[in-house]
């Protein structure tokens, strides 16, 4: 078995997770994409781990779909708020928190 | 000198001044309260350690070594500097004390009516006392460091007396300049103390005295003119003279006690004490003639200018301060003559002022002479008892100046070298000066047409001021023959300073007496010509020659003072406090500037887009993965 491919599709994930979470202005679509890099991540983890033939790294990939699934509630909630008070989901628009 | 252990009564002598201090703890702690009977309780303490004073005296006096140590209790006692608290009594402290007491006792007397309209009464008599406390301590301590204490008690006691109307800006700038001269030659009198612990381990009179000669001549000579520059500042003298003069802004009694009588004379004292160090050292006595020489000069010039009566006879102290100093720096022969000078000027000085302060009293506190005149007639005993003291300055013959003056122009000229016929001859030129501007003092104030402002009826003083007056004017006339022939100061004084060797005359004495009063004699005559046949004009001539306008600067000493030391002194301050500012403030504020801009302008990176922050993070973690690959790789 080879672990190009699976190495390279995660790569490929989280690289546009990340253009994502750069270039998007929409909170819910940042929060996608935000997912994609840590399933990318997940994917490399399994990838891993079979291929070494011990499960470290599936519980390590259980243990980030926890976080994740927690971060999403928390992260929606928070969206929800911003979207309530500033009518708009643009994560540009929530930038009080400077200088 | 044998030293005995005191007993009976002179072991009790600690209440010299126990008592006079009590008195000023008591006025000054009672506070109002006593304000009824202050007066009374502080002349007593004053009279009593007068009468005191006379029966130590007594028993001292029928004693074989005539000299006693009151131990009293250790004073500072840490590593090797051991000094007891002690009082030496004396000959040389018994004269002392006996003129303080006394002469203070009869100030103390005048000042309750000379005061009696001063609200602040209390506190007057309060500071005198503390002031007769802290001078009889200065010379009955047994070591430097008890006279250093008593020294500074009687500075601080005259620059509170000095600004005892301190609501007046004159008096307080006069306290001020007094004090912080005085400061310069304490300095000099405190690092002879720390030269005599130094090289000497000692500070007792006793040691210092029984040591010094094993001393090397540099050192000796360098504690005489530190002592010497400590004695100037006291006593008034060049190049510390400017204070005295201003001194008399303070109340008049204060003048007749610590600028005339007493304190200006601790210069005397100190030296005339350490009559064991100046004997080793030829230069310190040189260098003491010249500075009585000089200021004895220029006392005289000075006063003959000035129109304010204390101003003329403050100057006419300093001078006569100058010729004690003279005196004592003339070595073994002059001490007592320099001393017997000391206590005739302590009687008919203090009689001046207090007269001065009668005639003060009588014209509404003017002090200016060209507004009086005409006084004898309605001052009759001010008159009297001035006028004796003024015949006793002058050195009329028989009279106590001319006694005490003579003995000390004999013995300068007894040198018989260059030095003594210059000095000499300036201390002639000076009693010329003396008996003109005393006599210009006496004419302008006493005699001619009255020109006193309108609205002033004078009157003669209450008895309790004149009286005083009349006991000093005693003093004044027989003082001088007492000292010299009838009861000599030399055999009292043979303890202290030995046996009176026989002088080889230069001069025959009776010639001396004869030149001296046909000096003074042409002194009076001036001051008849230039001031007394014409009319005294009321304000001052403007145009008038240069010697003239010297002399009424003081021959432009504090104009030297503020030149040299004053000026200088403010331009250093101010460029310390621009340094402080600009440089050390500058610094600190420059950077606490630097960091809040700095932290501001990084602040400015927190823009509060999230995008940028995610953007920071990716390109961080870019850098942390290329950093381990890096070092994976290499």
Redesign the interface.
């Known amino acids: 078995m080879t672990l190009t491919y699976y190495l390279v599709l995660a790569a490929i994930l989280f690289t546009i997770g990340?253009v994502g979470?750069?270039?998007r202005?929409n909170a819910i679509v940042?929060f996608m994409c935000v997912e994609l890099m840590l399933n990318s991540v997940n994917l490399t983890l399994v990838t891993f781990a079979r291929a070494t033939g011990t499960i470290d790294g599936q519980i390590m990939a259980f243990f980030v779909m926890v976080v994740a699934a927690a971060e999403v509630v928390v992260g929606l909630a928070i969206i929800m708020s911003i979207y309530r008070t500033r009518r708009s989901a643009s994560?540009?628009d929530?930038?009080?928190?400077?200088? | 000198m044998d030293v005995l252990p005191a007993e009976g009564l002179l072991a009790a002598s600690w209440l010299l001044i126990a008592l006079p201090l009590a008195g000023a703890a008591v006025l000054l702690l009672g506070g109002r309260r006593t304000d009824r009977w202050g007066h009374l309780l502080g002349t007593a303490t004053v009279v009593a350690a007068f009468l005191l004073a006379l029966l130590c005296t007594f028993q001292l006096a029928g004693l074989d070594e005539r000299s006693v140590d009151v131990d009293l209790f250790t004073f500072i006692s840490t590593g090797e500097l051991d000094v007891r608290a002690g009082l030496l009594y004396d000959p040389l402290s018994a004269v002392f004390v006996l003129l303080i007491t006394g002469v203070g006792s009869l100030i103390h007397i005048y000042s309750i009516g000379y005061m009696a309209h001063d609200p602040a009464r209390r506190r007057f008599f309060a500071y005198l006392n503390l002031f007769v406390a802290a001078m009889l301590l200065l010379v009955l301590g047994n070591s430097f460091v008890a006279l250093y204490v008593g020294w500074e008690g009687v500075g601080l006691a005259s620059y509170l007396l000095i600004a005892f109307w301190y609501t007046r800006p004159a008096a307080a700038t006069a306290a001020k300049k007094a004090f912080i001269m005085n400061r310069v030659g304490d300095v000099g009198l405190a690092l002879a103390i720390f030269l005599m612990f130094a090289q000497l381990g000692t500070t007792s009179f006793e040691g210092v005295f029984g040591t010094v000669g094993t001393l090397a001549g540099g050192t000796i000579t360098a504690l005489g003119l530190l002592l010497l520059l400590g004695a100037c500042g006291k006593s008034g003298q060049f190049p510390l003279q400017a204070w005295l003069p201003d001194a008399m802004e303070g109340p008049t009694p204060v003048s007749a006690l610590i600028h005339a009588a007493t304190m200006v004379t601790a210069g005397v004292y100190l030296i005339a004490r350490s009559a064991p160090i100046y004997d080793l050292t030829e230069t310190a006595r040189t260098v003491v003639m010249a500075v009585g020489a000089l200021t004895l000069l220029i006392g005289a010039i000075a006063g003959c200018a000035y129109d304010d009566i204390k101003k003329v006879l403050a100057y006419s102290t300093v001078s006569q301060i100058g010729y004690m100093f003279l005196a004592v720096g003339l070595g073994p022969v002059g001490y007592v003559a320099g001393l017997a000078h000391l206590l005739a000027h302590g009687f008919f000085k203090a009689g001046l002022f207090l007269g001065a302060g009668s005639v003060m009293h009588a014209m509404n506190d003017q002090v200016d002479m060209r507004r009086f005149g005409g006084l004898w007639r309605k001052l009759p005993v001010t008159f009297g008892t001035f006028g004796l003291g003024y015949l006793a300055l002058i050195g009329f013959p028989f009279l106590s100046g001319y006694f005490t003056k003579d003995a000390i122009i004999e013995a300068t000229f007894d040198r018989d070298d260059w030095l003594g016929w210059t000095f000499g001859g300036i201390a002639v030129l000076a009693a010329g000066l003396t008996a003109f501007y005393m006599t210009r003092l006496m004419l302008m104030t006493f005699f001619g047409r009255a020109r006193w402002e309108d609205g002033v009826h004078p009157h003669e003083s209450p008895s309790v001021m004149t009286v005083p007056m009349v006991v000093l004017a005693v003093g004044s006339v027989f003082s001088g023959a007492l000292l010299v022939s009838i009861f000599p100061l030399s055999d009292w004084l043979e303890p202290v300073f030995g046996e009176p060797e026989e002088a080889a005359h230069v001069i025959a004495p009776a010639t001396i007496g004869i030149a001296l009063t046909v000096i003074m004699l042409l002194g009076v005559l001036a001051a008849w010509l230039f001031v007394g046949r014409r009319e005294v004009p009321v304000t001052a001539p403007v145009r008038v020659s240069p010697v003239t306008r010297a002399a009424r600067n003081a021959l432009y000493a504090d104009t030297v003072n503020e030149s040299l030391f004053m000026r200088p002194g403010q331009w250093l301050t101010r460029a310390l406090v621009w340094v402080d500012n600009r440089g050390v403030d500058g610094a600190v504020n420059g950077l606490a500037a630097t960091l809040g801009g700095s932290s501001s302008r990084l602040g400015r990176a927190q823009t509060g887009f999230v995008r940028t922050y995610a953007l920071g993070m990716l390109g961080g973690a870019v850098l942390v993965a290329g950093a381990l690959l890096a070092v994976t790789a290499g």
């Open positions: 990340a979470v750069l270039v202005r940042v994560v540009d929530a930038n009080l928190l400077k200088y």
